[in-house]
Nanobody, 120 residues
Framework: QVQLVESGGGLVQPGGSLRLSCAAS????????MGWYRQAPGKERELVAE???????TDTDSVKGRFTISRVDPKNTVYLQMNSLKPEDTAVYYC??????????????WGQGTQVTVSS
């Protein structure tokens, strides 16, 4: 059974920092691309950042220079360090694991989400 368990969300003032963690089980973590998505009220879920199995990272323009995604494969964990938080970063943050077999099926799993609220 695959599980992705997020932690680290909470309430933070503008300009503050949070670090989200996502611990995975039931998958061969090292071969998966891991990502963080977020969904604000009334908006669609959007990709925040992702990191491939070889450590290549991408992130959305709105978080460049503020958020950093990283992974520690021996711990089956992916992190999202969020600095200089803004009220518009308020959302439920979801962890995602995805893997596509060459010329075969694709796999995608989601965590349950963790709330991040940026407010004074």
């Amino acid at each position: 059974q695959v599980q992705l368990v997020e932690s680290g969300g909470g309430l933070v003032q503008p300009g503050g920092s949070l670090r989200l963690s996502c611990a995975a089980s039931g998958i061969i973590f090292s071969i998966y691309t891991m990502g963080w998505y977020r969904q604000a009220p009334g908006k669609e879920r959007e990709l925040v950042a992702e990191i491939t199995s070889d450590g290549t990272t991408t992130d959305t323009d709105s978080v460049k220079g503020r958020f950093t995604i990283s992974r520690v494969d021996p711990k089956n964990t992916v992190y999202l360090q969020m600095n200089s938080l803004k009220p518009e970063d308020t959302a439920v943050y979801y962890c995602n694991a995805k893997y596509r077999v060459t010329n075969g099926p694709a796999y995608s799993y989601w965590g349950q989400g963790t709330q991040v609220t940026v407010s004074s």
